[in-house]
């Protein structure tokens, strides 16, 4: 009787429908017409092409081999109950949905795919044949992947109910349920999607032909209002992101203490007679802690100035991302050291890029009233 039920039991979790979730770095990718490869993989689709595959990238700090073989199993057991495979694809501002008709690891025809995979080594591929646009901002993206759980057989003792732009400790792709269960595929079998015309889908393109790569998520004036020599450390970060995300992690780290030498600090030295060197993070990090700075009281010291508000910024929102708690744990990101946890780095590399949230870079940015002086000045110094 025992075994009866546990079969039922396992019958009953292979009844649902699970899908796949995936997420890419938009920054990532060979310079093309499209914002992303998402948005060039669906035109080429849309172009009389019967199908495209996605592939998932290996990352080189992957712990563990991705299980294939359960991707398969589930493709193929929706097939058997007739319902669809989904794979959602993620930047964490724009949400796609994916037929999926086969998944594989054998790497397919070049005019099958993108360039972006050209001498990458692929773990896994989609066969899609259908694809659309189902969010294009990033609250409406972090609500609709709330809804995609993974707590399910496929995890076991795994505490992520759900998914956040954020979620660390997790090996993507993923097998999720969509707890909405919307049919986006099936309920119009005469038509594919990709030939009913999106709105999103042009929205999301416009003006991109003059955006630089970075700007996806550090819109271009503010991009440009940064030295060219941290734009230029922001774009190093974000080209060793898929092979080491700790150094990633770090560099973002090393870019903060930066702007804040060259904004917060600056300002202290201003008015602090006989200071002036480059202050560590971890310095800073103690001085919004304690709120003062060689005994001098920064709350007075900035009450009255243009630059008040920034410093009520600096000393709560940055202290706290400094000291955040990932997974329930605090983690003090002063000093990480090199074994820093995947979703510690994953989540300083977001906090600061702006992905799924508006980012520190653009916060400070926007805050800080002089900061667009900082780029002239570092031109007239480059020049002389």
């Not at 015309?197 to 998520?217: A, D, F, I, L, Q």
């Not at 002036?276 to 990090?285: F, K, S």
Request: charged content about 25%; overall charge negative.
């Amino acid at each position: 009787m025992t075994i009866i039920k546990l079969s039922l039991f396992q019958g009953f979790f292979m009844v649902s429908t699970f899908h796949f979730y995936i997420v890419f770095n938009p920054l990532i990718k060979p310079v093309t017409d499209y914002p992303t490869q998402a948005h060039e993989f669906y035109h080429l689709l849309k172009d009389n092409m019967s199908h495209l595959w996605w592939g998932k990238i290996k990352m080189t700090t992957s712990l563990d081999p991705l299980n294939v073989g359960n991707f398969q199993e589930v493709l193929e057991q929706n097939k058997k109950s007739g319902a669809e495979t989904i794979l959602f694809i993620s930047d964490f501002t724009h949400l796609w949905i994916a037929k999926v008709d086969d998944v594989a690891t054998n790497t397919p025809a070049r005019d099958e795919t993108l360039a972006v995979y050209d001498n990458e080594e692929v773990e896994i591929w989609f066969k899609i044949t259908d694809m659309d646009l189902l969010c294009s901002d990033v609250n409406a993206t972090k609500t609709k992947i709330a809804d995609l759980g993974i707590k399910n057989h496929f995890y076991p003792g795994t505490e992520v109910k759900s998914l956040t732009p954020t979620t660390g400790a997790v090996r993507f792709p993923l097998i999720v349920e969509d707890r909405s269960t919307e049919h986006y595929f099936s309920k119009n079998r005469v038509k594919k999607r990709l030939v009913l015309e999106n709105p999103m889908v042009s929205k999301s393109m416009e003006g991109w032909e003059n955006r630089e790569r970075v700007t996806y998520t550090i819109p271009q004036k503010n991009f440009k209002k940064l030295p060219a020599l941290i734009q230029k450390q922001v774009m190093w970060a974000e080209g060793v992101f898929i092979q080491d995300m700790n150094r990633t992690a770090t560099s973002y780290l090393r870019i903060l203490e930066s702007i804040l030498n060259m904004t917060l600090m600056h300002e202290i030295h201003a008015r602090v007679t006989g200071y002036g060197d480059y202050i560590p993070l971890g310095e800073i990090y103690r001085l919004l802690n304690s709120t003062k700075y060689n005994g001098t009281n920064v709350d007075e010291l900035l009450k009255n100035s243009v630059h008040a508000e920034f410093w009520e910024f600096c000393k709560n929102d940055l202290r706290n991302f400094l000291h955040m708690p990932i997974n329930g744990k605090k983690v003090c990101f002063v000093n990480p050291g090199d074994l820093m946890k995947p979703e510690a780095a994953l989540f300083i590399r977001n906090s600061m890029l702006g992905v799924g949230c508006k980012g520190i870079i653009n916060e400070i940015i926007e805050r800080y009233e002089e900061i667009s002086k900082l780029t002239v000045e570092a031109e007239v110094e480059k020049a002389s």
